[in-house]
């Protein structure tokens, strides 16, 4: 089985810009989290996605959302960009069951 | 609110020597625990579960609830266990999120 892929890789951006980051599940697998790792926060929790419903959210502000398509495939947004928003941001799918899929991660630098 | 604490950012211990990882939780109610583990260039990847009680690559974990502790151990370090270690809760809400500990690098020295 293919594993999660999450594009692009690596990615530049300005301040005020917004960006779109995307992650393929594995097949069949419904749920897909995100997560931003920084070297401040550790790794912390963005948002899950279900079925195409948003069942979870962390406690970021506003500026990132995300969505699920029909295919599972997700997308997170995140808009008027910060410099600390400079992260790796890591997907991750499940069957909805104990053992989350990472992704390896797209690395966002903010200039 | 939900807290995960890995006290110790860096350990290193000698080949065949014992290792443990510690971690800490604080929530009110039944987590699920996981220690997920980060090898050199690879993905962030399930290592343990509490709830299968299992041993994988000769590590183990034991849930004690009354200390909210969720240690990793291993009796015989070897190098191949070097890499990044984190430990995890996950709420009993049936949605995937999962809250992360800080992390521990694991040196095991030939």
């Known amino acids: 089985k293919a594993g999660v892929t999450q594009t692009p890789r690596y990615l530049i951006k300005t301040r005020g810009q917004q960006v779109t980051l995307s992650c393929s599940p594995i097949?069949?697998?419904?749920?897909v989290s995100w997560y931003q790792q920084t070297p401040g926060q550790g790794l912390q929790f963005l948002f899950e996605?279900?079925?195409?419903?948003?069942?979870n959210k962390g406690n970021f502000p506003g500026r990132f959302s995300g969505r699920q398509f029909s295919n599972s495939r997700s997308e997170m947004n995140v808009s008027t960009l910060e410099l600390g928003d400079s992260a790796l941001y890591l997907c991750?799918?499940?069957?909805?069951?104990?053992?989350?899929?990472f992704g390896p991660g797209t690395r966002l630098t903010v200039t | 609110a939900q807290r995960v604490t890995q006290p110790e950012k860096l350990l290193s211990v000698f080949k065949g020597a014992p290792v443990e990882l510690k971690c800490n939780y604080s929530y009110s109610g039944s987590p699920e625990l996981f220690w997920y583990v980060q090898y050199s260039r690879q993905r962030l990847q399930l290592l343990l579960r509490?709830?299968s009680r299992e041993s994988i690559k000769g590590f183990t974990a034991d849930l004690n609830k009354g200390e909210t502790s969720f240690h990793l151990k291993k009796p015989f370090a070897q190098e191949e266990d070097s890499a990044m270690y984190y430990c995890?809760?996950?709420?009993?809400?049936?949605?995937?999120?999962?809250?992360f500990g800080t992390g521990t690098r694991l040196t095991v020295i030939p």
């Open positions: 996605y279900f079925s195409e419903t948003q069942r």
């Open positions: 509490h709830i």
């Open positions: 991750a799918s499940s069957t909805d069951g104990w053992e989350q899929y």
């Open positions: 097949s069949g697998h419904r749920s």
């Open positions: 995890a809760l996950r709420p009993p809400t049936g949605a995937n999120n999962l809250f």
